[in-house]
């Protein structure tokens, strides 16, 4: 210190040296005393010890000089020990010069003064000077002074204490003994008593005397008890360090004692003897602990047992079972930790007498320890079954999580356990005892760190558990699986599986056909903010689409749809399955709006079709379908276009080919398109595989053309009918019939005679097929047949040479009379007449032709009339034959024919026979009478 104040002992010899010349104590009565504290200069300690210096030198043995001297010594002592207290050489140093000057002037004075009373205190700090100079023996022959010279000094308790340590420290243990022992007997009520009497027994401990050692700790621990600082078990946590270092190094030593001597046994045997004791627990504890430290393993866990053994229905008990445990444990036992801690439940669990014994505040102070131990055998046993994979090592895993629960159903880890219960169940394959589990796990806790992880697992479970059920109980079993999935995700919102729970239940549904729970489930997903990993939504979306679609809800259906195609790429999987569905939701609406009578709605649908997706498989039924619709409402046009569209765009659609032709004929016909419709026709002829109904079509396409002004076109499609269907007759020779008119009409006589010809051919073929009508056409086709017969005749002329060209003229005669003749045996009435006619008409022109035949030349007028007369001879047989033939003609109309042919026989008559039948009124009259 740099400062200190002025010591009491200067102030003390400055009142000796004055006179007493002040107030007496009776004069202080009538005087107000005021007490001021006195102020006090601040002086230099160095200034003070020279200042006692200065003060010895000076008297040499005068009045006070053995107080200052005592006092100078003091201060020396005093700046020696704090300088010893520095630890650089030059402090230490200058430490023993003052503690060396000070045990000078301590040495001085007693030799000064032997006999002064307060040597003792003289001799205390001379010892203290030795000791802090680390001159042992020196301090201990001064201690040792003045225990002899001053046996009742009031320093005693301290120096014998000093002198114990110092003697213990020489090893010196019988004199440290001693030097305790004084103070244990002679100051129980001393400072240094605790100790002493602890340091009395680490002496007798050092003499190996262990019983008298084990007295003087368990007296120091009896002591302790009654202060409070020692309970049963332990030591109290209010302890200063110092008194808890005391006490640890207390129990050390006493552990070390019974340690020497027989262990736990040494234990039993001293408080049999010595009277047993309430922190006995915290000895053996003390103990078994000794053994840990030196990994003397089933020594300590003896110590333990040997506790349980001495007492089992402590509460403390248990405890200790479980120290022992930890020691086998410590030691890597694994044998001997799993027996003891199946002995330990078996002791102590709740169906054990022990637990029955107990309070309920100890029974709340062991359940922990059960908790644990249970815990620990079935994870034991766990991990032992998934290694071994042994059914019965996972049930002997599940017994112990089972006996925790039902031991302790409220305790705070009672799910974590039963969670693993379920664990233990699923990985030994009894997936069905684990839904049950994991189910309790998940909700029939307050909620906890694993609510969710058990929810999901319990998922999981239903899966496995469904691959051993037959397809009767699979059913109700799936039932429930959802119902736990539907829980799972309304339970626990927020985690992260939901959204895929949500999916994949919501499939699960839509197999089941529970499409309106299917639908919502999938909704619920959609709609939550959390769901957006593409996958899931995508499955929800489609679940969702898919769902409406079967409960008619089409247009909700196709939003999903066209929501799953918007984020599908073209080459997914999937991609073609959903276009088409979204095809067939639109498709579906119209089929809806149809069936309401809303056409015009139905048809925009299934137009919607084709522009939504136009590469569905539907897209050809959806167009067909809104031409239908268009057909209905009357809109023949817009029909049409469709139908023409459609016909173009799906050549493929054999099906349908045939009903849009139909319907695009019936279309054109409508709409004045009769060649349009013809063509549909043909098409429909080309498509079907029905001969009757080609036959019908390709008779009608031909009446089509023929109407709408294109004669070349029928009679191509009447060629093909011909070429195709010869059977049934008449029909086929009608085709025929109209061929021959249209290449009489266009002037192609040529082929006009190969049609007739086959109208006769196929009429003479035809056999019990023949009706009036081929009859008919046949007896025409042969009258028309003759015509070019009779012109090639009529062109004929008789020229010189006559014979030549006469036989000429009458072959040609004879065969365009026979073809006539051919016509009338069809007994067609006007065939007969016109043939009639025509016949007439041969014989009337070779008449003529002889009489205008060419002359020789050459003759003389006589010749010549006589060549005319021949002429004329020859002419008229001819020419009566002629008459012969138009009268047999016009007497038909007594049979009831007249028609343009009589007519022009009786118009030939006339001129043949004017007086006859000139008479053109009478006649007609007559025939008009006849008809």
Known sequence: MRVRYLLPLLLGL??????????????????????????????????????YQSFLAATRGGEHYDIAMRRLAD?????????????????????????????ELYTTYLKTYPDHPDND?????????????????????????????????????????????????????????????????????????DKALYKYGWARFKQSRYEQALDSFIALLDRK?????????????????????????????????????????????????????????????????????????TDAADVYLAYVSSNPMNPLAPEFHTAAIDAY??????????????????????????????????????????????????????????????????????????????????????ARINFLLAETLFDGKQYAQAVDQYEKTAY??????????????????????????????????????????????????????????????????????????????????????????????????????????????????????????????????????????????????????RDKGAYQLAAASFLRVGSVTPASTLRPVAQYDAATMYIKMGDWNRAASLLEDFKRRFPKEKKLQQGATEKLAVAYTRTGQGAKAAGAMLALAAASGDVAYRRNMTWQAAELYDKSGKPARAVEVYQSYVKNYPRPLTPAIEARHYIAEYYRKTNRPREWGQWLNAIIVADAKGGRERTASTNYLAARATLELARPHQLAYERA???????????????????????????????????????????????HDFARALLQSQRPRGLSGEEREQYDLLLEEQAYPFEEKAIDIHIANVNRAREGIYDEWIEKSLQELGKLQPVRYAKTEKTVSYVETIQ
């Open 797 to 843: 002329r008789l020229t010189i040479p006559l014979k030549r060209s006469l036989k000429q003229k009458k072959r040609l005669m004879q065969n365009t009379i026979k073809v006539y003749e051919r016509a009338m045996k069809y007994k067609v009435a006007e065939v007969t007449t016109a043939a009639t006619y025509h016949i007439a008409e041969v014989y």
């Open 329 to 414: 444990t410590k030691g890597n036992f694994p044998t001997l930790v799993l027996s003891a801690k199946e002995e330990f439940v078996k002791r102590y669990g709740v169906d054990s007498r022990f637990w029955q014994q107990q309070s309920e505040a100890d029974r709340q102070r062991i359940q922990p320890l059960l908790t644990r131990h249970i815990s620990e055998l079935a994870t034991h046993y766990h991990a032992l079954a998934k290694k071994s994979h042994k059914p019965a090592d996972f049930q002997r895993a599940a017994g112990w999580y089972g006996i925790y629960l039902r031991s302790f159903p409220a305790d705070k880890d009672a």
């Open 225 to 297: 008890q009654k202060q409070g600082d020692v309970l049963p078990d332990r030591l109290s946590p209010n302890l200063s360090r110092a008194d808890r270092e005391l006490l640890d190094d207390t129990l050390r030593v006493i552990s070390l004692s019974f340690s020497n001597q027989q262990g736990s046994a040494s234990i039993r045997q001293y408080f049999a003897k010595a009277g047993n004791r309430s922190y006995e627990p915290l000895l053996y504890r003390q103990l078994g602990e000794l053994y840990l430290a030196k990994d003397r393993i």
């Open 14 to 51: 400055g009142a000796c040296a004055s006179p007493n010349t002040g107030p007496t104590i009776d004069t202080l009565g009538a005087r107000e005393i005021r007490l001021e504290e006195p102020e006090l200069t601040p002086i230099q300690r160095e200034e003070v010890i020279k200042n």
């Open 121 to 193: 205190l003289i001799l205390y700090q001379l010892s203290k000077a030795y000791s802090l100079k680390g001159e042992s023996g020196k301090a201990l022959a001064s201690m040792n002074r003045l225990v002899r010279d001053y046996p009742d000094t009031e320093y005693l308790e301290e120096i014998q204490f000093r002198r114990g340590e110092l003697l213990f420290v020489l090893r010196d243990y019988a004199g440290a003994e001693q030097a305790y022992g004084v103070i244990v007997e002679r100051f129980p009520g001393s400072l240094y008593h």
């Open 444 to 593: 029939q806790y307050p909620a906890h760190a694993r609510s969710a992880e058990a929810g999901y697992a319990a998922l999981l479970s239903y899966k496995q558990a469904a691959k051993a059920l037959g397809p009767r109980d699979r059913l109700a079993w799936q039932q429930r699986q959802i119902r736990s999935a539907l829980k799972f995700s309304d339970r626990f919102p927020s985690d992260p599986r939901v959204p895929a729970v949500l999916a994949k239940t919501s499939e699960e549904l839509f197999a089941l056909k529970d499409y309106p729970r299917a639908a919502e489930t999938a909704w619920i997903l959609l709609q939550r903010k959390d769901s957006t990993d593409p996958g899931l939504r995508r499955t929800a979306w489609i679940v969702y689409g898919h769902s409406r679609f079967e409960l008619g809800a089409y247009a909700d259906a196709e939003t999903a749809y066209r929501t799953v195609l918007q984020n599908m790429s073209s080459k997914d999987q999937q991609y073609r399955g959903i276009y088409d569905r979204l095809a067939a939701s639109i498709y579906k609406q119209g089929e809806q709006q």
């Open 75 to 103: 201060l020396k002592l005093e700046e020696g020990e704090e300088a010893n207290m520095m630890a650089d050489e030059a402090r230490q140093a200058e430490a023993h010069k003052e503690l060396d000057a000070a045990i």
